[in-house]
Nanobody, 118 residues
Framework: QVQLVESGGGLVQAGGSLRLSCAASGRTFSRYVMAWFRQAPGKEREFLTRINWSGGNTYYADSVKGRFTISRDVAKNTVYLQMNRLKPEDTAVYYC???????????WGQGTQVTVSS
């Protein structure tokens, strides 16, 4: 059973940084894609970025390109989201997701709250 557990959320002032972690377990992820999403109150879930577990190829939504960086530590089975120059509009619950390459994202974490104060 695949499990994804996010951590690292919290309260930060605008302009600050946070690093989220997503610890993955339950299988090997060599042909998986790991992704980060967020959902703000009253809004739809928004895709942010993804990374291919094997090759490390990344893709970013325009809304976070240049400010957020996704990475993975294969030895620790952990995916990270480094968030810099945070803005109040980045306030949301952040979710980690995983799925086989070319397929849907079948596995989701429980989310971690990020609050950016102005």
């Amino acid at each position: 059973q695949v499990q994804l557990v996010e951590s690292g959320g919290g309260l930060v002032q605008a302009g600050g940084s946070l690093r989220l972690s997503c610890a993955a377990s339950g299988r090997t992820f060599s042909r998986y894609v790991m992704a980060w999403f967020r959902q703000a109150p009253g809004k739809e879930r928004e895709f942010l970025t993804r990374i291919n577990w094997s090759g490390g190829n990344t893709y970013y939504a325009d809304s976070v390109k240049g400010r957020f960086t996704i990475s993975r530590d294969v030895a620790k089975n952990t995916v990270y989201l480094q968030m810099n120059r945070l803005k109040p509009e980045d306030t949301a619950v952040y979710y980690c997701a995983a799925g086989r390459e070319g397929s849907s994202l079948d596995y989701w974490g429980q989310g971690t709250q990020v609050t950016v104060s102005s």
